[in-house]
């Protein structure tokens, strides 16, 4: 199981607006008619059950959803671009630099991560009673583009934790249908196993995640990669080699890790799964585990995983405390759990800003460079039609305060232009 993978995505750019006139037998002065680009397609995100990793996004990095079609004559639209929908495991974390745009923890839920480009408008929106027949049309704006990080936290209801070789793949293959690969040295599980526990009408979700060593939460071992999973459990279940030298030392470390790591993992519900008591040395200090247990405050079982003996009794018992537990913590309904989008004024201040980069001024704002990217570049008349709506918006005054004279360059995103007062 990959579970990060680093991906570019981009929108679909808009499709261009289009200049024509209309032409009819008879009708000698047309008026314009040049229709709209379609909006270009954009990237979603989508948890999908049936995906049960990142693995995929290893091998293709790059995804780039439909441009929008180019308006046509008589008015006609172009065709809005298809939006491209790529399909990640329930507990995908989408992150942005050190950002989090956003959080994919249950089945079906979306997110846009890019968006397409907006379609150019046609010449029949430049019409004005001073000019009728305007040659003026926007081109279709770029499509959104973002460099993500895909992260991936298992949802799982119960999380098996503990040293290397404690038995956890084990006491998973023993309680589910799973089929961990299994070996008697340390590190046998690599990568994070998941088994379904069924008990009746109910079932519950188990994982068997990377074992722990001393600094895992500094990155040692397999540390990092493990403790991104427990985050998301409702209940642990710790077990514990019996047949070692020092039990509580292991305890020890196994709290410790959990508690540097995230704080809040230390005070999870936990449950001590003493493993391998059918060995003679573990079986002869039970009495002592016993009192080690009530001393920590938790609950404990005596199992042996490889011989299924207390195994069916620890799932039960996981039933019970699982149950408690979603008593206490009640999950949301439905109709609570869908996001509601808060629409919220964009804060007050300046739509754009300007600065001097290699002889040249630099105008950064989303209003004028889209102006500037949609219209310039499509004929004399377009360009004019610019400069218009930039004095209107108060750039020319601004550039000129900034020193700009007619002729500097004035860059817009990409294009740069010679400056017409």
């Not at 939006?83 to 989408?94: K, N």
Request: net charge neutral; with cysteine; charged share 30%.
């Amino acid at each position: 199981m990959i579970d990060r993978a680093e991906i570019r995505v981009r929108g679909g750019d808009g499709g261009h607006g289009l200049i024509s006139f209309h032409r009819e037998k008879f009708v000698t002065r047309g008026g314009p008619d040049g229709g709209d680009g379609g909006h270009g397609g954009g990237i979603v995100l989508v948890a999908d059950r049936a995906v049960h990793g990142l693995t995929e996004y290893r091998h293709k990095q790059r995804f780039a959803a439909d441009r929008g079609g180019n308006g046509g004559a008589n008015k006609k639209h172009g065709k809005n671009g298809a939006d491209l929908v790529l399909r990640v495991p329930p507990g995908t974390i989408v992150r942005e630099g050190e950002s989090v745009v956003g959080d994919l923890t249950r089945e079906g839920q979306r997110l846009t991560v890019a968006r397409g480009g907006r379609g150019g408008r046609g010449n029949i929106h430049f019409a004005s009673p001073s000019n009728q027949a305007p040659h003026i049309s926007e081109t279709g704006q770029r499509g959104e583009e973002r460099a993500l990080l895909l992260e991936l936290k298992l949802l799982s209801d119960v999380g098996l934790v503990g040293l290397p070789n404690a038995g956890k793949s084990t006491l998973l293959a023993a309680v589910s249908r799973a089929t961990p690969k299994i070996a008697d040295y340390p590190f046998t599980t690599l990568e994070p196993n998941l088994g379904v526990v069924e008990g009746g009408f109910d079932s519950y979700v188990m994982a068997d995640i990377p074992g722990l060593i001393e600094g895992a939460h500094e990155g040692h071992g397999l540390g990092l990669e493990f403790l991104r999973h427990v985050e998301r459990t409702l209940l642990l279940i710790h077990v514990i080699d019996a047949s070692r030298e020092d039990p509580a030392a292991d305890i020890a470390v196994i709290d410790r890790e959990l508690r540097m790591y995230a704080p809040e993992l230390g005070e999870r519900p936990q449950i001590l799964a003493f493993n391998k008591i059918d060995v003679p040395q573990a079986a002869a200090r039970r009495a002592g585990l016993e009192a080690l247990a009530e001393g920590l405050g938790r609950e404990c079982v005596f199992i042996s995983a490889a011989a299924r003996d207390g195994t069916d009794a620890l799932a039960r018992r996981a039933f019970e405390r699982l149950a408690r537990i979603r008593e206490e913590w009640p999950e949301p309904l439905p109709e609570e759990e869908a996001a509601v989008e808060v629409l919220r004024p964009r804060p007050r201040g300046p739509q754009f800003t300007i600065t001097k980069e290699d002889g040249a001024f630099r105008v950064t704002g989303e209003r004028p460079v889209t102006l500037v990217e949609m219209l310039a570049l499509q004929s004399d008349e377009s360009r004019a039609e610019t400069y218009r709506r930039l004095r209107r918006m108060g750039v020319a005054n601004a550039l000129r305060r900034a020193g700009a004279k007619e002729g500097d360059p004035v860059r817009f995103g990409d294009i740069e232009l010679r400056w017409e007062e």
